[in-house]
């Protein structure tokens, strides 16, 4: 396999994970500093990616370009490289519902552009058998080596554009959906004054407090990247025939949450008295 250039938009903390298993592929790995935090710029650095300063260089420069950034941007940069004429391969790796990356793959390949759908599943871990990148669409094949030497694991769905953002979707419904479900049960309880019966009894017969409480302590300071997903996720189940207005409300859970972004890992009751307000 020959080694290519590849361009990562935007190398947050999943995108770097991306941008290193795709360096430990053999592959050169290039960033576009413009307009992006000191911080990012400190996270390029320190993963060994190169800087093409714009985005209209790293699009001349690289084979490959992968996109993953938070949902509600995902579309703006698609069009932001389909404005620069780009002809490799593009990879929306972005959580977003089938139809908005169908859509973005017919912009992207009306342009000349292949197009590769992708999903990405666990957290933005650098040890192996942690975190998925699912990749479906008619090129989605001959992408896959390029990021196979980890720490993400790779696999190829069988299928066309919209299957491995239809599993994102899905997997996240759950799983990030049940963390909103129990904040927002747990919230209740304290304001209608249940909350140590509501324990007392889950001690019986109920899911395990201890670790809900840890799900919703390491999920606050990232609550601000899942509330564009669960609008993703409510377009995607009603599309399906299934009641949206779940993950709206979950959404709204994760955005009042938003003041932990940054922050170390608070407290419940410092949760729960936030979503309160």
């Known amino acids: 396999m020959e080694s290519q250039r590849i361009g990562i938009l935007h190398p947050g903390q999943m995108g770097i994970v991306v941008a290193v298993s795709a360096i430990n592929s ?30 209209a260089r790293l699009c001349e420069l690289c084979s490959i370009v992968v996109s993953v950034c938070p949902p509600e941007f ?12 780009y002809q490799g391969t593009y990879v929306d790796a972005n959580a977003i519902s089938p139809e908005r990356v169908q859509r973005i793959g017919c912009r992207l390949q009306e342009g000349g552009a292949p197009f590769v759908d992708g999903g990405i599943i666990g957290p933005p871990a650098m040890t192996r058998n942690r975190t998925w990148l699912y990749l479906s669409g008619e090129h989605a094949a001959g992408v896959a080596p390029y990021f196979s030497s980890g720490p993400i694991e790779v696999e190829v769905l069988t299928g066309g554009i919209g299957r491995a953002s239809a599993l994102k979707m899905c997997f996240a419904a759950y799983s990030k959906g049940s963390i909103a479900l ?67 409300a979950a959404a709204e859970i994760f955005r009042r949450l938003e003041s932990f972004k940054g922050l170390e890992e608070p407290n419940l009751m410092d949760v729960l008295a936030t979503l309160q307000k």
């Open 182 to 248: 129990a904040s927002a049960v747990l919230a209740a309880a304290e304001r209608l004054d249940v909350f140590q019966d509501l324990k007392r009894q889950w001690n019986r017969s109920g899911p395990s407090l201890p670790e809900l409480e840890r799900e919703i302590s390491r999920a606050a300071p990232k609550a601000w990247r899942f509330t564009g997903e669960m609008y993703e996720i409510a377009a995607t189940f009603q599309s399906a025939g299934m009641p949206a207005e779940f993950h709206q």
């Open 74 to 85: 995902a579309e703006r940069i698609a069009d932001q490289v389909a404005r620069c004429s």
């Open 26 to 55: 053999g592959n050169e790995v290039f960033w576009a500093s413009e307009a992006r935090s000191t911080s990012t710029e400190e996270r390029a650095r320190r993963a060994g990616l190169h800087d093409a300063g714009t985005l």
